[in-house]
């Protein structure tokens, strides 16, 4: 038996163009629409359907690398040293606003991943970010500004579930979007304070 | 054109005692395996898969059905006229235990109904249950004991989410399920406390 060939560099190259423009427009169109076909899709990225669905055999397997995308580009949004001179406090208001300002671009993407993946899947994408939420959380409790008689890993995860149904919420209309910011910074300062 | 006959009394007595039957066993395989098959099901009811998918034909319309079977079991079992003589705090707490017990018992079944159902499908079958939420809130803020700078709408999805938030963190392991009451109680008393 001859091991099989390699594709060649040129196919590579061109495999590799095409899965990147296919995310991009995916992107794109699913932050405007959840509902965005894959024909739409495929279109916008200027490939046909049978090269998108030979990358992306399932509409899942294309969100999840749609989410892959948008969290790692919310990741570097959210890098910002400066929170690290602040207090902890503080630089939660900061963290808070700039989550959501990225969530709330992202809010109908948000509803296309929850269509077709189960709320695990989803989170695991968020893994990355929530690990910024954790030390935060982590440094307040150090400084005595932050409760102690939650566990951290909760702490983290009402972080995430309450900006994600903040978001729902906006997109039900039951939120009224100018308000949201506010709303979130005040629900989970609340819940993270000391003596609470 | 005539119109259609009636389906025979025997017959639509059938269909009832199936329907009832499928969904009784429904619940209580999904509750213990999110993943039961619909085969599986259709055998614990005593009815054909012909039978089950001629009622159901779908697997959200089965979990649809169950889901509304469940919040309806739900909603009977927190009925407690002795909340309306308590003070809205203590009132609360006793909402939360009571709530986040039916909820945990159920806790496969959301795992089922998020594998199939759009997040806002399934709040849309807790309106009813939420509704008594929101009347306990309404009555602790006229008794200047919960907050009133958040919108009444927000307290309820918050209560909503971080309940449901809870349940899929035991589920993950990530929550001691021993820990689970007290944790919800404090972190949703600490939102609704006024002056938070």
Chains 1, 2 share one sequence.
Not at 54 to 73: K, M, N, S
Not at 86 to 94: D, K
Request: proline share 5%.
């Amino acid at each position: 038996m001859t091991p099989p060939r390699q594709p060649r560099p040129a196919r590579r190259a061109d495999a590799e163009r095409n899965i990147a423009a296919i995310v991009s427009a995916a992107l794109d169109l699913l932050t405007k629409d959840p509902d965005a076909s894959t024909a739409d899709i495929a279109k916008a990225a200027g490939v046909g359907r049978v090269t998108l669905y030979g990358h992306f055999p399932t509409r899942e397997a294309l969100v999840e690398a749609v989410l892959d995308r948008a969290v790692a580009l919310a990741d570097a949004a959210l890098d910002d040293p400066a929170y690290e001179g602040l207090p902890a406090q503080e630089a939660m208001s900061r963290l808070i606003a700039s989550a959501w300002e990225v969530l709330d671009g992202n809010r109908r993407l948000l509803t296309a991943a929850d269509r077709v993946l189960p709320a695990e899947r989803i989170r695991h994408y968020h893994d990355g970010a929530l690990a910024r939420v954790e030390r935060l959380i982590r440094r307040g409790r150090d400084e005595g500004v932050f409760r102690t008689d939650l566990p951290l890993s909760w702490l983290v995860t009402h972080f995430y579930a309450t900006l994600h149904s903040a978001a729902q919420e906006v997109e039900a209309g039951r939120l009224d979007h100018a308000d949201a910011a506010r709303v979130l910074d005040a629900t989970l300062r609340s819940v993270l304070a000391a003596g609470g």
